[in-house]
């Protein structure tokens, strides 16, 4: 049996080193390098994101004036009145797959009995996009005080407000 010395001892270890060196600096430069694609995420929905029209016209002889607008608005417009004869355009974000709504709040005065009455309108716009080229866009309204609304069908994008 031969005995080792210590040069070829310490000639061992130099190589196993430059080795252990070597495998780590292949273990960086194959992440650094790594081309494979992220998964896509889980909770990003997949479609073009558009927007729906809704228009609200008022044929009363009120003002109305918002009190809060809230919901997906493509832009969320900033408080504003619709007089008698004007209208407002609305513009609803819709999404593939996705139903999207907006509440506006309206209030009016109106006369009653001598005293001055403050009313109520609810105005939500709900666009349900379920496929492509498929969407279903319509109005609910809620009121308080002496406001009535035409609709020209169920399922329109617009409301005619009315004494």
């Not at 390098?33 to 008022?58: K, L």
């Not at 819709?94 to 309206?106: A, Q, R």
């Amino acid at each position: 049996m031969k005995a080792t010395t210590q040069g070829e001892f310490k000639g061992k270890q130099g190589s196993l080193g430059v080795i252990l060196v070597l495998f780590i600096l292949l273990v960086i430069v194959s992440h650094v390098f790594d081309q494979r694609p992220e998964p896509p995420q889980q909770d990003v929905p997949i479609g073009v994101a558009t927007s729906r029209g809704f228009d609200v016209y008022n044929e009363s002889t009120f003002t109305l004036t918002t009190t809060g607008l809230f919901g997906d608005f493509e832009k969320k417009p900033a408080p504003h009145t619709i007089l008698p004869g004007g209208s407002y355009n609305y513009q609803v974000s819709t999404n593939l797959y996705k139903t999207s709504i907006v509440n506006v709040y309206y209030s009016y005065e109106y006369r009653q009995a001598g005293q001055t009455r403050t009313g109520t309108l609810i105005v939500d716009m709900i666009a349900d996009t379920n496929g492509v080229n498929q969407s279903t866009a319509y109005i609910r309204l809620y009121t308080t005080g002496p406001l009535n609304y035409y609709r020209p069908e169920n399922y329109s994008s617009k409301v005619y407000i009315r004494n």
